[in-house]
Structures are given as C-alpha cells and as structure tokens.
C-alpha cells in the first residue's frame, strides 16, 4: 500500500473551521482504534453530512458505515441532552439544570465522604471512554484526588489479561506490540478479525489493504472457531473455542525443537528455564485432542513462522476472555520472541509514539487486600465480580456511590441482572453518557455526555499501536447539542464543587487541603509532547511536535512512513530485559494441565461482533440495526443430532442462566462450538434499540468465573446446551 509523502507543510491544507462555522469540516471519527479522516457539512450550525475524507494522510478515504452513522447519534430524538433526575422506578426520569444536578452530586458524595471515607465511592468507565483524551484524563485524577481506589473497567471484559501478559514480559501493562504491518510476509493471527474491527490495539485505517497486500507477499492466517470475514477472505484453521492455548504452546516447542539455533535468542532471558519446564511437555499431538487443529497443522504453521524472516503473531479479544488468557497472550508474545520476530522489521514491534501512555495512566499489576480477601488489579482495576457485592455487602467500606463514565456493564457484563439489582440499593448513582441504556436506568442522575464530533480531541490512546506514526488534531465540528458537556468539563466541575465543601467542613479529611486537580486534555497531551521530544517532519527539517503546530495541520501529519522497529528492545521496562515467566503463572499452568479434552457432544459457547455494532451503544441507529438478525450459529452435525434447522427457536442453557434464541445452521463454525453477536437485549430509553430483536448473551456467563489471575471474566468457551423448542 503506498502512503503520502510525510515531508509536508502547513500551507498545503486547508483551513481549519470554528466549532459550528457553517462549510466542510475536517475531523476524524472515534468509534475505534482506526480513527479514519471525516469531511462534515455543517449549515446554519447543524452537521448535515458525514464523508469520508479522501486527503486524511492515514485513512485515505477509508470508512466504515459507523462512521458515517455518527451523525444519526448526535441528531437522535432519544439522546440524552439535559441533566435528568430519577423521579420514580428505574427508568423515569425528569429534566434538570446543570445547577441543581451538580450541586446535589457534591452535597452527596461529600456527605457519603465524610461519614464514609473514600472507599464508599466507586467508578466504572466504559470504552466509548478510551476514545476521548478528556475521557480518562478527566476522571482519574479526580478520583485520585478524593482517594477513590474501586475502580472497575470495560478492560476487565476484553483487555486485562493482554495487560497483565505485557507486565510479565516487559514491566508494564501498556507496553503492547503490534505485528509491523507494512513490511510483513506472514501475519498468524488468533482470535482476531481485523476486518470487522478495523484493528484492535492495532491502529491501520486501511487494514484491508494491508492485510491484501501481506497475503500478496506471502500469507495470511486466522486461527478462529468462527470463519470469520478475515478468516474467508484469506486463510483459515478452525480451532475450538478456548483451547488456543494448547495450540500456541505446542507451536512453541515444535520451533524449539527443530530450529534450535533459536534457543540461543532465549536461554539466557529471565525466566527461561521456568518457561521451558511449564509448557516443554505440550506437543503438538496432545494439543490436537483439545484444540481440534491437527498436529500435523500445527507444526506446518509453528515451521513456516519460524522460517519467514519477516512474519508476526497477532491475537486479539478471542484470546482475552478465556480459561487461561493471559497464559495464552503471553504464549502469543513468546511465540513472536522464539520464532526470531520481536523487534525486526515486519515482525512483532512496539509503536513509536509521540506520548508514553504508561505516564498517563497506571501501568502495573498488585494484588489489593479488600474487604473480600486480597484482589488482582491490572492498572488499578478490580475484577467487575466484586461490584455487585461492594454494593450489597454490608459494613464498613460497603460502596455507596457509583460514578459512571459512558458504560453500560449490565449489558456488556456478566450477571447484569445481579449487577442492575445492586445497582437499585446505591444512595448515589451518576451517570454521564449519551443514552438512557440498560445500565444507567437504575441511575439517580444522567448526565448529558458530548459525542466526538462536539468536542476537541486527538488519537492519543492509539499513538502507541499505530503502524504508521501519525497524528491529528480535532476541534469539535459543532457546539454540544443541547446542554451537552465533555468528560473533563463535568469533573472539573464536580471536583471544584467537592473541593468547597469538603473544606469548609474543619473535620475534613485531608484530600479536601489542596484544590482537585483541573484538567486540560490538550495541555497533557501538549507536556507529553514535550517531555518525550517527539518531532514531525514539516517543509522537510525536523521540529518539535506541539498541538498549536497540528491546529494548523487539519488533514494531520505522518510522523514516519515506517516504524523504526529495531528500538522495541529498549522500551523493554524490566531493567534486565523480557522476562519470559512469573511465579504467578505457576497455578495456572497446574490448572491447564488439569483440564480435559472436551468431550464428545459438548458444545461451547463463544462471542462476536459484527460490522455494525459497537458493543451496544449504536444499537438506536436504524441504519445500522435494520440488516441485523442475531441468531445462534451451530454447526449442522451439532444441529442435526438435536434435530435442528435454521430457523427454529432453541432453548440455551448454561449453569449461570437460560435463553431462547433463534438457530442458524451454517459449517462457519467449529463443530461443538455455538456462537451469538454480544451487545443484544436491549430494555433501555432507546427505542429502536428496544424494538430490534436480540438476547444479551452473557446471562449465561458466570459473574464469578473468570481468570482470577488478571481479573479477566469468562465470556468465551462458556459450557452450554441447546435444544430445540417444541411446539
């Protein structure tokens, strides 16, 4: 795939538009990690158009019909755009000023301070969160600031043990290498479809074309229980669910063992020898009796990988919520590291980014003594189990109050009904966020949240992960609808509010001496900047990166046409280099190797997303939702010993919960795997979302199950039993 010039200057873009100025705007969308360039028209100050953005450097007209469908978000009768006060059940709410809503708030919490302490107070945050540089940049400091260390996150569902695995390897969760895309021959990938994600912790707006371009070269292969669009599109081998494993480290040794020159690469790193007598007995005919990949397969791949100079191995959300996922993300990282791929061009890299996001957020992993026995927290994030009972336990240190930011956790979650339950008993729930969802019904106050294309931003949670280096700068394309308001802005506010309270109250407790910390998003970022000297190319010299030098660069700026790559081993975090073992992943090897094969006729529950969703915050978008049906894919031998066709209705039963839903037949599956679209089962105030059809799939998943390890939930490779519905 060929790309722009990076040698540019600010006379060869256009102009840059105020916030609501009537023409063609230049932003970017943040649904996902892709952040494609956008053109939108504005008239009378009302956006009336989105466009891809054929001049955006890194997207180059890319974008997928979410993007285009941001502008039925933003203009939706039943957004959330006043502050709304719970007046009755879950559900009614009633219109009220920023005023009233924030001075209850504060006079809440700060009584629930005083008499409580800090520990009565949690938060949740959500991913549409992570998209927004005033998202977390906004709200931690402000939760530090008050002592409030309950903090739960969508990273728990989809991300942690990823984390975790990277601490191991390389002393910091945010350290997360990304197979070097422009410059590879061979991309392996596990539990990733980057065609329909654009990219998970891998930043390529146009991936499709790099993906075309690597098959062109060489091959590209998706190890998968579903045939995937990717996987269609270019190689499959089918595994079952949850057993990746099995198959990751028999690739392992199959290298070691007939390409030992690659021992000298890896002996003398921290934690070898361990390594090597934890997985050394794992071959890969006893990875074939739990992962249905033939052996004979499995040493082809683990050979051609060690045998192509330029090759990687990319995993994604298929491997993060799993039995054993973070030894199964560690085995994706060693695997890249024995077959001689970590750190050289085309292989497995870290990103070349302008700002060190383990500065920005925690980057570490401890174990937290609770009132429920000590807790695994991955970047100080609790395992979402022990909400619930915060909630309900009573005793000293029993939460109080849930501040939430953009989350809907009883649909995305497992137990939401438990969770919705807890949710009824808080004396304070608020919620800051663009819809009445499933979640934030329970609510005593939602707070009417800005979408992106009504506030100011930049790229900066995919800086790291990008293949290119490039960055952009947004202003909002219009002003809030109604009285909507970003992340930051609600939290200086608030932090402001609690400030006075607290210390006017002699009794106070110390948090409340010093004035809560104001956030400026675009100040961090521009300190950052600074504090990692990172430089673009402009009129063909080198000067420092600044966010006044990309306000006047709309279309944005290519840091780099490539990634250095030879430079990952010196952002290794452990002063001693990788470290391929802890001692915390001992129990959990003992527990693989307890685990059977799975038996004949089990069936094994796993999830997935489709191009037109977004977890289930865009489910109100008619456009969007109107083309999609979800329905159970059951392979047909599973389907005909239970006597079902496509289009019957079936009972689904797990040990955690009951559903019915509608069958689809079809061999995209692995035999003795089902698998259903997550983010259904809607009951919220949006009433497309309620009128569509769907089930919330992880009512079957067990709250309590899950990877204790990196405070991971179980929401693939649940046992299940499907049978047909009678008449």
Not at 428 to 436: A, P, T
Not at 505 to 532: E, N, Q, R
Not at 583 to 589: H, K, M, P, R, T
């Amino acid at each position: 795939m060929t790309m722009r010039s990076h040698t540019i200057s600010p006379s060869a873009q256009p102009p840059r538009l105020r916030p609501g100025q009537d023409g063609r705007h230049t932003t970017f969308c943040r649904i996902c990690e892709a952040f494609c360039g956008l053109r939108v028209d504005v008239a009378d100050g009302r956006m009336t158009r989105i466009r891809p953005d054929p001049d955006n450097l890194a997207s180059q007209g890319h974008l997928c019909v979410k993007g285009v469908a941001a502008l039925a978000v933003a203009y939706d009768p039943d957004r959330v755009v006043t502050p709304l006060k719970r007046v009755g059940g879950p559900g009614d709410f009633a219109p009220v000023s920023w005023e009233e809503a924030m001075a209850h708030i504060a006079e809440r919490l700060a009584t629930i301070l005083r008499r409580d302490g800090p520990d009565a107070i949690a938060n949740y945050i959500g991913n549409p969160a992570a998209y927004s540089t005033g998202g977390l940049l906004g709200i931690r400091p402000f939760l530090a600031h008050f002592g409030v260390w309950k903090l739960f996150a969508s990273t728990t569902l989809d991300l942690s043990s990823r984390m975790l695995a990277s601490y191991i390897l390389y002393g910091s969760t945010f350290r997360l290498a990304i197979p070097d895309l422009p410059r590879c021959d061979f991309l392996l990938m596990f539990g990733a479809n980057p065609l329909v994600s654009h990219g998970s912790i891998l930043t390529a707006p146009r991936i499709r074309e790099d993906l075309a371009a690597i098959a062109a070269r060489g091959r590209v292969v998706a190890v998968d229980p579903r045939r995937t669009e990717t996987a269609a599109r270019f190689e499959h081998v089918s595994i079952r669910p949850d057993t990746d494993v099995w198959m990751l480290a028999a690739m392992v040794n199959v290298i070691l063992d007939h390409r030992p020159e690659r021992h000298a690469a890896v002996e003398g790193m921290q934690g070898w020898t361990e390594f090597r007598a934890a997985i050394g007995s794992i071959t890969p005919e006893l990875a074939e009796r739990h992962c249905g990949v033939t052996a004979s397969e499995t040493v082809a791949l683990a050979l051609a990988l060690a045998d192509t100079p330029r090759a990687a191995v990319y995993s994604r959300v298929g491997l993060c919520r799993g039995s054993f996922s973070t030894l199964a993300n560690l085995l994706i990282d060693a695997l890249n590291i024995v077959a001689g791929n970590f750190g050289v061009e085309g292989g497995w890299v870290f990103g070349d980014s302008p700002l060190d996001m383990s500065a920005v957020r925690p980057a570490g992993y401890d174990v937290r003594e609770t009132r429920f026995g000590p807790q695994p927290r991955v970047s100080n994030t609790l395992h979402l189990s022990l909400l619930p009972k915060e909630i309900t336990t009573p005793g000293e240190g029993q939460v109080r109050a849930l501040l939430m930011e953009s989350g809907n956790v009883v649909v995305s979650a497992p137990g939401g009904d438990q969770l919705a339950a807890a949710l009824e008993t808080l004396e304070l729930f608020v919620s800051h966020d663009i819809y009445v969802n499933e979640t934030n019904r329970h609510a005593h106050y939602i707070l009417p949240g800005a979408t992106f294309l009504e506030r100011e931003d930049m790229p900066t949670i995919s800086f790291p992960h990008m293949v290119r280096p490039f960055a952009q700068y947004t202003d909002a394309v219009v002003r809030p609808t109604g009285e909507a308001r970003a992340e930051h802005v609600v939290f200086n506010d608030l932090g402001r509010r609690l400030h006075d309270l607290l210390s006017a109250d002699p009794g106070a407790s110390g948090y409340a001496a010093a004035a809560a910390p104001l956030c400026d998003p675009m100040a961090t970022v521009d300190d950052h900047f600074a504090a990692t000297g990172a430089q673009a190319p402009i009129d063909g010299k080198m000067v420092p990166l600044t966010v006044d030098l990309l306000k006047a660069m709309p279309e944005g700026i290519i840091l780099a046409d490539n990634l250095v790559c030879t430079n990952s081993l010196g952002k290794v975090r452990h002063p001693d280099g990788i470290h391929l073992w802890n001692a915390l992943l001992d129990d959990e090897v003992i527990r693989m190797r307890g685990t059977a094969p799975p038996a004949a006729g089990d069936l094994r529950l796993f999830g997935m997303r489709t191009l037109g969703s977004i977890n289930s915050w865009m489910h109100n978008v008619d456009r969007l939702v109107r083309s999609q049906k979800p329905m159970l894919l059951i392979h047909p031998e599973d389907a005909a010993s239970r006597g079902i066709v496509t289009g019957d209705m079936v009972v689904i039963r797990s040990d955690s919960g009951t559903l019915r839903v509608k069958c689809d037949v079809t061999d995209a599956v692995a035999p003795g795997a089902v698998c259903y679209p997550h983010g259904w089962g809607h009951r919220g105030g949006w009433r497309r979302a309620n009128a569509t059809p769907g089930a919330n799939i992880n009512m079957l998943a067990d709250p309590e199950a899950g990877e204790k390890l990196s405070a991971s939930s179980l929401l693939d490779g649940i046992r299940v039993e499907v049978t047909r519905v009678t008449k």
